[in-house]
């Protein structure tokens, strides 16, 4: 147990529709990162979220958008649902590390949740 | 993934050693890490290594890092049936940040009785 949540555990929807999924972070995790993993494939990272704030996106498009919490906790909305969003969205929390080894922004140990299956209909 | 790649698949018997094969491109890695996955669940941080290091033991784990070669390995003793999972590695790079995990496409290991 990581004590990373998510809900809905599932989730079925129709395309064009628009989806929330919800993570709340690990007792003094301040960062929250959301990934995306399609069947048999290894996730891939869509942004994170530190302080209230995006701080790093990967390649996907402007309809997926976030929200971090005073709490640190965070949301994940997709608009224009497509057949291809299908797929287990993970969050992952993390404390931001300062002066790191290599670099003051280093994000280290990132901790997942068990993930929301958004199936795309 | 495609700039993190493992083997798809391994098989062995219970009590045996298996070794998960990893290798990564880019030498601005830092951390690089080992996650289990099992059926219908997240990931699991396992291990990681930092990169200045050429190997880390922990319990049933042992990860051995080749700069050079930017090859990484997991080696578990005494597989257990409970062993039987995706075992994912990923690695922090500099043109994510150092923020974002890249992952390879993970590797299922199975574990006969």
């Known amino acids: 147990e990581t004590g990373v949540t998510q809900s809905p555990t599932h989730l079925i929807k129709t395309r064009g529709q628009q989806v929330t999924l919800r993570c709340s972070s690990q007792?003094?995790?301040?960062?929250v990162s959301w990934y995306q993993q399609a069947l048999g494939q290894g996730p891939q990272f869509i942004f994170q979220?530190?302080?209230?704030?995006?701080?790093g996106r990967g390649n996907f498009p402007p309809r997926f958008s976030g929200l971090q919490f005073p709490n640190y906790s965070s949301e994940l909305n997709v608009n224009a649902l497509e057949l291809d969003d299908s797929a287990l969205y993970l969050c992952?929390?993390?404390?931001?590390?300062?002066?790191?080894?290599?670099?003051?922004?280093?994000?280290?140990?990132?901790?997942f949740g068990p993930g929301t299956r958004l199936t795309v209909l | 993934g495609e700039d993190v790649e493992q083997s798809l698949f391994l098989s062995v018997r219970e009590g045996d050693s298996s070794v998960i094969n990893c290798t990564y491109t880019?030498?601005?890695?830092?951390?690089l890490y080992w996650y289990k996955q099992e059926p219908g669940a997240g990931l699991q941080l396992l291990t990681y290594?930092?990169?200045?290091?050429d190997m880390k033991q922990d319990q049933r784990l042992t990860v051995l890092l080749n700069k050079k070669d930017k090859h990484l390995s997991l080696r578990i003793a005494d597989t257990q049936t409970g062993d039987s999972a995706i075992y994912f590695c990923?690695?922090?790079?500099?043109?994510?940040?150092?923020?974002?995990?890249?992952f390879g496409s993970g590797t299922r290991l199975q574990v006969q009785p």
């Open positions: 992952a929390s993390s404390a931001r590390l300062a002066g790191g080894p290599a670099s003051p922004w280093l994000v280290h140990e990132q901790f």
């Open positions: 007792s003094g995790h301040n960062t």
């Open positions: 979220y530190y302080r209230e704030e995006e701080n």
């Open positions: 880019d030498s601005s890695s830092t951390y």
């Open positions: 290594i930092f990169s200045n290091m």
């Open positions: 990923a690695d922090l790079r500099k043109d994510t940040g150092r923020r974002a995990l890249t």
